[in-house]
T-cell receptor
């Protein structure tokens, strides 16, 4: 299984809602990532988990809260979002999250989020 | 911080060769990777260069010159399915990837 799955595919939420995005991989990878991608722009790194510990937070606002319950699962909890947070949210995983050797990142299909 | 420059768009015909250049300024460089993303799809890995030189994978090749902070992706024998966005990305510590702005490749019949 070389797939990263994300649910839901689409999400529409109001600014007062609380929702969660989910990501799962069964490749035995120990690093997982959240990216945000706006239309016609590159993916921007938000968070990195390495061995289930948060290792990188790219100064993301606290209305985004990541969680890694176990090595296969990654969640992104959303609360009090703004319309400018509307974007494609991509999850990725790789074998490892450290060291100088390359670890190819496998991306999921993303969740397209619209904040009204 | 990191900054990467690549052309925004390239148009070519089927069977042609396209070279996408990428220049970067970075603190803490481990290597340069390339990803392809079709409209509505997820980025997929194409190649990675940690050392100077050319890496060939089928119709796609990637080159790196660390001294020039420069790399390129070469797409040969272009096919319609190669129409997509191509991103260079610098790898830093912690497998952190910073992506360039992307090059949209349009392949015409």
């Amino acid at each position: 299984d070389t797939e990263v799955t994300q649910t839901p595919k689409h999400l529409v939420m109001g600014m007062t809602n609380k929702k969660s995005l989910k990501c799962e991989q069964h490749m035995g990878h120990r690093a997982m990532y959240w990216y945000k991608q706006k239309a016609k722009k590159p993916p921007e790194l938000m968070f990195v988990y390495s061995y289930e510990k948060l290792s990188i937070n790219e100064s993301v606002p606290s209305r985004f809260s990541p969680e890694c319950p176990n090595s296969s699962l990654l969640n992104l909890h959303l609360h009090a979002l703004q319309p400018e947070d509307s974007a494609l949210y991509l999850c990725a995983s790789s074998q490892d999250g450290s060291g100088s050797s390359y670890n190819e990142q496998f991306f999921g299909p993303g969740t397209r989020l619209t904040v009204l | 911080g990191q900054s990467l420059e690549q052309p925004s768009e390239v148009t070519a015909v089927e069977g042609a060769i396209v070279q996408i250049n990428c220049t970067y300024q970075t603190s803490g460089f481990y290597g340069l990777s390339w990803y392809q993303q079709h409209d509505g799809g997820a980025p997929t890995f194409l190649s990675y260069n940690a050392l100077d030189g050319l890496e060939e994978t089928g119709r796609f090749s990637s080159f790196l010159s660390r001294s020039d902070s420069y790399g390129y992706l070469l797409l040969q024998e272009l096919q319609m399915k190669d129409s997509a966005s191509y991103f260079c990305a610098v790898k830093a510590a912690g497998n952190k990837l910073t992506f360039g702005g992307g090059t949209r490749v349009l392949v015409k019949p």
